[in-house]
């Protein structure tokens, strides 16, 4: 019986039945409590959890580090999310790998990529090559290879332009699936007007579905403590965030609140490697 009951929680987070393949979009989903406590608005952030949201943000990062990631789902083990990497920071040139691993026994995918990015002036490109493992009871496995391509534009010192396309050459789920990887494009802009002070809107907009509209606030409370809140339009959501940051570690926890299926809780980790 639980085990039907987590089934059927499964679908209705997918929002499919009977094939979940095509509409899941788990994939897709941001990864890092700062950027989920900011209502997924992370398209022009400048962080570690770059590599998932949009490499180009990896050639802001000034230390080379390690993150891991967990995220937990309507309180349910077959809804969690784990995520970890490792970024290099290289002058101009940043690169990185990442994983993450969604799911439990009735459905798994698994997510392993590299990424590299390029600071230009005033303009910053990344570009990531993944490989997608998704295995569900009943269907079987299929994997597939995704390209993610992405651009921040720092325009003034305070105003800030973004972009972000996830799986670029619209591949399918492999094996015997005709269904294809959510193709999602998002941009927006992002304004700094203190150092202490971040607003975020941005569009984002899966290939065969209405676009969604985010926003997000960081604010700085005091000294190495952040506090985070966000709003989502399609479907209604709120988020909330708070984030501490050390000499080496930075620690964020977020909270997703669905209007039908509850609360959602994130955390991260990161881990500054050296001071070079």
């Not at 992370?42 to 802001?60: E, K, Q, R, T, V």
């Not at 294809?180 to 998002?186: A, H, I, W």
């Not at 985070?228 to 909270?255: E, V």
């Amino acid at each position: 019986m639980a085990l039907n009951i987590r089934f059927l929680a499964l679908l209705i987070y997918f929002g499919q039945i009977p094939f979940v393949y095509a509409q899941m979009g788990t994939e897709v989903l941001p990864r890092g409590a700062r950027s989920i406590g900011m209502g997924n608005a992370s398209a022009s952030l400048s962080d570690a959890w770059a590599i998932f949201n949009n490499p180009a943000g990896l050639s802001g990062l000034q230390h080379s580090q390690v993150f891991f990631g967990y995220d937990h789902r309507l309180d349910l083990n077959e809804l969690t999310t784990l995520s970890a990497g490792m970024i290099q920071s290289r002058d101009k040139f940043s690169y990185g790998l990442a994983a993450s691993r969604f799911g439990g026994e009735l459905f798994t995918q698994h997510l392993i990529g590299a990424a590299i990015a390029n600071q230009m002036g005033i303009t910053s490109l990344g570009l990531k090559v993944s490989y997608l493992q998704t295995a569900m009871e009943g269907f079987g496995t299929g994997g597939s290879w995704l390209v993610d391509f992405g651009g921040i534009a720092e325009l003034t010192p305070h105003l800030f332009f973004a972009a972000h396309i996830f799986n670029l050459t619209r591949s399918n789920y492999g094996g015997a699936s005709w269904d294809r990887v959510p193709t999602v494009v998002k941009s927006g802009i992002s304004f700094r007007p203190y150092e202490k002070v971040m607003t975020n809107v941005e569009i984002e907009k899966d290939v065969l579905y209405p676009a969604i509209l985010k926003v997000g606030l960081e604010y700085n409370f005091y000294q190495k403590l952040w506090g985070r809140a966000g709003m989502n339009n399609q479907p209604q959501q709120l988020f909330f965030g708070i984030g501490c940051t050390g000499k080496r570690l930075a620690f964020d926890y977020s909270m997703t609140q669905h209007p039908r299926l509850g609360n959602t809780h994130h955390f991260s980790l990161n881990i500054q490697l050296s001071n070079e």
